[in-house]
């Protein structure tokens, strides 16, 4: 698709719930460090495949996988490769911010903990893990306040900085600005932007101004299918296919 080095990729992925076949030979790739929106009518398969890179459905039991999913030469469904090790590597950002209910500092410091990083070394991380999502400057002399007492879009923030303190390669986002107030969400799409420069970024989004602000390339879906994928531009601006034309310009 362009000459970037591909970080992520699903090739002839398929997936069933039962008998219910959700997705459908499902081949795309996310180039590293760009921001890839996919969007697609609700249902048609977006956080099921989202999902698929970071093993979440190792919870299901009646989820089958086919098909191979890469990050850079590592297939993450090898049994060699543990389910923590590709959620530290793959982080995910889910639609209503869910912060524990604890502080905001104790918010980083537990999955810092839990991934046995040396207590001396916390302080710093959250310090940077904050400032890398806008937050310091908010929160900073506020840090043992109960993170459930921030507003909606200081939350979202606080759990883009949960995900960025493990440095991971590659965030998900599922519709992460959709339960926010426009000035909320675009203090969020500031901030991806901002991360992109770092983290490779795959965001499901309903809000179609939203992917042409923020994402490189976008993917549309169409029940279970990939249907087209390109520059943002070239989706919205010179769609290839009747569906995605329709879909972009609202006739849906
Ligand atoms: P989207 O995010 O695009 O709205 P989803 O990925 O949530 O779509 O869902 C795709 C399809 O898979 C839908 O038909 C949905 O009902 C079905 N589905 C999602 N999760 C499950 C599950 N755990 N068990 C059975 N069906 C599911
Ligand atoms: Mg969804």
Redesign the pocket.
Same mark, same amino acid.
């Given at each position: 698709m362009n000459e970037a080095i591909i970080k992520l990729s699903a090739q002839g992925l398929n997936l069933w719930? *039962?008998n219910?076949h !959700?997705l459908k030979n499902v081949s795309v790739t996310f180039p590293e460090k760009q921001v890839t929106a996919l969007i697609?009518p #609700? *249902?048609? *398969?977006? #956080?099921?495949?989202l999902r698929c890179f970071n093993r979440m459905h190792d919870l #299901?039991p009646?989820?089958r996988i086919e098909g191979k999913i890469m990050l850079e030469n590592e297939d993450l469904y090898d049994k060699k490769i543990s389910v923590t090790e590709v959620r530290k590597r793959v982080g995910m950002v889910f639609q209503k911010a869910n912060p524990f209910p604890k502080s905001i500092y104790e918010n980083i410091n537990y999955g810092l903990k839990i991934n046995d990083i040396p207590s001396k070394e916390r302080p710093a991380i959250i310090e940077r893990a904050l400032k890398e999502s806008y937050l310091w400057e908010e929160v900073k002399d506020e840090l043992k306040k109960p993170a459930t007492r921030m507003s909606g879009g200081q939350q979202q923030r606080l759990c883009i900085a949960r995900t960025v303190a493990l440095r991971p390669e590659v965030i998900l986002m599922d519709e992460p600005c959709s339960a926010l107030d426009p000035i909320s969400t675009r203090k969020v799409e500031e901030l991806i932007v901002q991360l992109k420069k770092q983290y490779t970024i795959v965001i !499901?989004t309903h809000n179609m101004q939203q992917a042409q602000r923020i994402a490189d390339q976008t993917i549309f879906?169409y029940l279970g299918e990939v249907v087209e994928e390109g520059r943002t531009d070239d989706i919205f601006n010179h769609p290839q296919k009747d569906l995605t034309k329709n879909y972009v310009s609202g006739h849906f």
């Open positions: 719930f *039962g219910k !959700v697609g #609700s *249902g048609c *398969g977006k #956080s099921t495949l #299901s009646d989820a !499901v879906m």
